[in-house]
């Protein structure tokens, strides 16, 4: 029996978008047909402490060819938890259940299964740090505009 090749099998892109009020994780499938993330299709985020994110698709799905784009929304909590915990391992479940892990195949953005999950909760810091610096400039934007409305009063 012949193995796959590894181009059969389909991956996932994970993409970040934050402002001051929402978090979203934009996932992208490279095969529509095997994971296809259509609305009320399951992202799971399985991390080292066996806790986990679960989270349906609540829009519909981008298509471009074969590649596939949908967004999850995260809670702030659920935000620092992904930059708190190792994470594991990812499934997406539609009509099948696939698992996805960090590859060990040679790569341009990291060399080897545990360096793809420390770049990820890396990359998960960063955002959650950015996600509070616009914390804080939104508050301070509120502060100004009380004190403004006060003096106009």
Do not use: W
């Not at 993330?37 to 074969?66: A, M, P, V, W």
């Not at 909590?77 to 696939?98: F, H, P, W």
Request: charged share 20%; hydrophobic share 40%.
């Amino acid at each position: 029996m012949e193995a796959l090749s590894i181009n059969l099998l389909p991956t996932i892109a994970i993409a970040f978008k934050v402002d001051a009020k929402s978090n979203f994780l934009i996932i992208t499938s490279s095969h529509k047909d095997i994971s296809p993330l259509k609305k009320g299709d399951t992202f799971t985020i399985y991390f080292h402490d066996n806790s986990f994110i679960e989270k349906q698709f609540i829009i519909g799905r981008t298509l471009c060819g074969k590649v596939v784009t949908n967004i999850i929304v995260l809670s702030d909590l659920e935000l620092i938890q992904l930059s708190q915990v190792l994470i594991n391992n990812i499934v997406t479940e539609s009509a099948i259940k696939i698992p996805y892990e960090f590859t060990d195949l040679s790569n341009s953005q990291y060399s080897n299964t545990l360096d793809g999950k420390r770049l990820f909760k890396i990359i998960s810091e960063r955002i959650t740090g950015v996600k509070e610096l616009l914390l804080k400039k939104n508050s301070e934007n509120d502060q100004d505009f009380s004190i403004t409305n006060k003096l106009l009063s």
